[in-house]
């Protein structure tokens, strides 16, 4: 059974930096892919960057382009997202998904079939 768990929220003000993390185990992921989504209050799971496990290759959404950058760690089974410049609109529980076979430049939730439990980011103005 795959689990995935995050860490690395917290509060921070604007401009300011975060880097989440999420610890993969329970297989091998060479054939996967990791997303990172989050849900704002009221909103809708938005997709926000995901990285194919065996390339390294990313994808992300425009408003995060250029702020945060998404990596992994093959031996320790961990990816991170840095965000840098953070906003306000940041705001949001963060999650990070899998997705078997790796379809990385798919946005779908629906698309990817293991969840983390989420991690909060509060971004203050």
């Known amino acids: 059974q795959v689990q995935l768990v995050e860490s690395g929220g917290g509060l921070v003000q604007a401009g300011g930096s975060l880097r989440l993390s999420c610890a993969a185990s329970?297989?091998?992921?060479?054939?996967?892919?990791i997303g990172w989504f989050r849900r704002a209050p009221g909103t809708e799971r938005e997709f926000v960057a995901a990285?194919?496990?065996?390339?390294?290759?990313?994808h992300y959404i425009d408003s995060v382009k250029g702020r945060f950058t998404f990596s992994r760690d093959t031996a320790k089974n961990t990816v991170y997202l840095q965000m840098n410049s953070l906003k306000p609109e940041d705001t949001a529980v963060y999650y990070c998904?899998?997705?078997?076979?790796?379809?990385?430049?798919?946005?779908?939730?629906?698309?990817?079939?293991?969840w983390g439990q989420g991690t909060q980011v509060t971004v203050s103005s």
């Open positions: 329970g297989r091998t992921f060479s054939n996967y892919a």
């Open positions: 990285i194919d496990w065996s390339s390294g290759s990313t």
């Open positions: 998904a899998a997705q078997f076979p790796a379809q990385y430049m798919v946005r779908l939730a629906s698309r990817y079939d293991y």
